[in-house]
């Protein structure tokens, strides 16, 4: 054995181990990376910039890749991009090291069922042909509605070569995955504006941000337009004002103008205090008051008279209620109600995450834009524009999704909460072949979920990820999947402003590992069973060639620019009478406009045009406004498109401080979010203190309540609620509000990787089981928490 | 001759930590595990520091990036008994690894504690190795680094100008931590240039210098956030 040879060896087996502690080494074949080698010292290095996309989160930033050798070492944000602008985030800029990450798959991988799982190494053609045979067997069936696919997007090429494949198979089930910090908000959009999308915010035009527990500068939708939009807002003459409304000091809090300190769970109640102040007053919007149906009280279905959103607010969130509830000074409500009023382009943005405050809590936030007449404004909410993609050819939707009433309660509900939702109901599985990407956001849900005992049920799981994830420990095959910097891709961006985008790029490096685009393992499924038609595309790249020739007719919109981003600032800045657009190529060419658009790293069709509360786009509260009157089980008889409604607040009541209990405040993380398994040392250990994951979990108290305790910083403390218990490393910090205990979401707490092998629990873990809310999310902010030392030290 | 120096407005910084994550990478800063972490031996060239001050009903936070300032009265130049630390003729702080002994003395003269002494060899697990720049040497166990403007960027740049036959023009050179800034929070270039926005923004009403009082001179200039409520 030769020298290199043996510390190979000794290598991989000690990266077998140090996953073994993540309780998965038994499950992975022997680490032999065949395309790992040393950087030549001799050959002249070749250097070159490749446009590509960022795959980190769903914001889909145009990103240079700096390659020398073939080998990727650096990494910058597009000039051109019209969000972020040549901004990346951290977690981005991580990408370049999953890309490199130690830990991933570098082939398919077949692991067997049963108590003693175990692995072992197969070549594609054998782990297709295991795919393969039961899908055929369905189709020919005629049971390919037994068939399902969950993403961990739903925006982008991917997603609708899924949704063309699934449909030429007989399948409805194509369910993009929202993370838990993003549960409550198509669920929340389906009831308030009558549509399960994103809303999207014209942070461009606005000039006050209420943030009420949002956590908007930790990444919030698209976190470099964020950052370059709140950058801008500070140094330019138009300056950008930020309220955080909140208990925890996060870093949005502390790098807010206002910080109002108020109890975990409570910032719904300070949301719909300032709607009513601004009712009382009428401050808002005359004629968006008027569009607001049921402000003054209705009938319902059965003929019974209903009392408005207005008499509600008056009655249940009157300034007094509300700073007794919150722990917000009266005359402070009442002077932010004031800074809303006197605002000319205000908005205000509530926490994405269903389990902190529930969908109440979202939908509390839209009821104060509503009053105040900020959706479909500048600077306002709205419901974003789809780009004129083309559609990929296939067979016409099937209809009989899960996600949509009268299975699930709302649309928009997470494909997970209706597993749970069946589980419970003990029904059997609704598929007999599972494929998913990315992990498709399962490490949220924790492993004592009764969704997962449902997914054991399902005969065949297929998993396709770059690295172990949460999946793994129901997969029955893992393909390994290629990164964004190693496919053609297209994705269409998080929402982040009024125009419609799409960021596309060609493979800027060539695979590094023995992987594939998990649509073309799709396409290739479609192919086995024979359905798909002669004008299919053969792979990804033909998939988003396809979709991109719908952008060439459209009428407007051009590629990425750099002027473009000129043009569009003036625009911003009031200095050109109209925005930029129609210069997106003739059309005549299809081909070249395509080719331009994956050279310059994206199109995008500038014109700000906001969706109107019309009917034609039904984004004002149509239907009536509710308030705390339905039951639960109410939500399954009301057709999801003709109410709206906000719903019951089902958090738990803020904790009285009795002695022995703290108040639980969920802390969304951002590094821990996204997709993959955040494996990565970097955002570990140099993120922004207040919101870095660290190593392992972690519970931030004040020292008021920590001496008494006897807890110092790094003790091990025992954290218990009726519903759940979890072990984590104390932070002592005045952030911490006196009485509460602060504890992040870890959505992917399943130790996925050698650097997170102590990542095992999180806030989720706290609330096993309790009462849900109308999408079955768990909602735990305020809920009393037991605090006990291990007397260990982390 | 420009003298380089750095505006960071606090103002408009997020702390998204986005600077510390591509000084990493630009500059081959080794990952470590949680262990060595909590040992406090990880090397950071940038990183964030955050304090908080007073009750958590009044409490005062301050947060900003540090990294060497760069300083024109270099406190660390002067303790270094091998010359391994120089001000340039550019006014940039150079630490030479080849000639640093790990004395670790100009560790301890640096009031900011922005210098990182190397108590490991590097660890980069298998194939990770590859995404380290070729423009940056992996520095060895027993020597000191810290912050160098990325300065392998001056040198490409100034080359890059002298091919083209014409001077060093403005923006040729930025580090990477402004480069990546997605605020644009950092601010890059000739202090000595009245016409640069360095220049004009290091006078600002808001501007200060870290321990100002100890004339250390740092070329790193913070903007104060505007004024906030609470």
Known sequence: MKRRDFFTVIGGAAAGITIGRAGLANLLPPRVDPAARRPSLTATPSEREAISVCGGCAAGCSVLLRVVDERIVGMRGSPRDPLGMGGVCPRGLSEVAAFYEPDRLLGPVAFSRGSQRTAHRIEWKAALAKLDEPVVKLVAAGRGARIGVALSSGRGVTSAVATSVLASLGSPHVYAVDPLRDEAVRPTSTMLFGQPVAPGYDLERTDVIFAFGADVLEGWLSPSFVARRFGRGRTGPRQLQLVYVGSHLTQTAMRADDWIRCRPGTEATVALALAGQLLDTGSGSKSALEAVAGLRGFADEEGGQREGVGAALRRDYTVAAAAQQSGVPAAEIRRLARVFAAASAPVAIGERTAGSAGMFGLAAVHVLNIVAGRVGREGGVFLPRPAPVAALPGAAAVPGRLDAPPISRVAGTSIWRVFRELALANKPPPFDVLLLEDGAALGDLGEGDPAFALLRKIPLIVSAATGLDASTAVADLVLPATTTFEQTVDVEPASSGPFSAVAAAEAAVPRLVDGRPFADVLLHLGRAAGKLTADAPKDVAAAVRHRLSGLASAEHGLAYTTPYSERWNAHAAGRANSPPGSDAGDGKNADAFVAAVLAQGGWVDPRAELSPPTAARPIAVHGLVRLRQQSVAGLFRMPSDERAWLPRSEHAAPATNPPQTLALQPIPVGTLNGRGAPNRPALLQTAAPHVQAGFRPWAALNPADARPRGIANTDILRLETAHGAIEVEARVTEGARPGTIAVPWAPWARGTGRYLTHWTAGAERLAQGVASDAIGARTVGGLPVKVARTGRKA | ?230
């Open chain 2, 1 to 230: 001759m420009s003298r380089w120096g750095m505006v960071v407005d606090l103002g408009a910084c997020t702390g998204c930590g986005a600077c510390g994550v591509a000084c990493r990478q630009e500059n081959n800063v080794p990952d470590v595990d949680e262990r060595t972490w909590r040992n406090g031996r990880q090397r950071d060239w940038l990183q964030l520091v955050t304090k908080v001050e007073g009750r958590y009903h009044d409490a005062q936070v301050e947060s900003y990036p540090l990294m060497c300032l760069h300083c024109d009265d270099a406190p660390c130049t002067k303790v270094c008994p091998v010359g391994a630390t120089y001000s340039d003729e550019e006014g940039l702080v150079a630490q030479i690894y080849d000639r640093c002994i790990g004395c670790r003395y100009c560790t301890n003269a640096c009031p900011y504690s922005v210098k990182t002494f190397n108590w490991l060899d590097p660890v980069w697990p298998q194939g990770t190795e590859r995404r380290q720049n070729p423009d940056v040497s992996v520095r060895p166990r027993g020597v000191v680094e810290k912050c160098t403007m990325c300065h392998h960027r001056h040198q490409k740049a100034d080359d890059r100008a002298r091919f083209e036959g014409r001077e060093l023009r403005h923006g040729d050179y930025t580090p990477a931590c402004v480069e990546i800034c997605p605020a644009g929070a950092m601010i890059f270039g000739d202090l000595d240039d009245p016409e640069s926005e360095v220049s004009k923004r290091s006078e600002d009403k808001r501007a200060y210098r870290l321990m100002e009082e100890l004339g250390t001179e740092p070329k790193v200039v913070f903007l104060r956030p505007h004024g906030k409520r609470s």
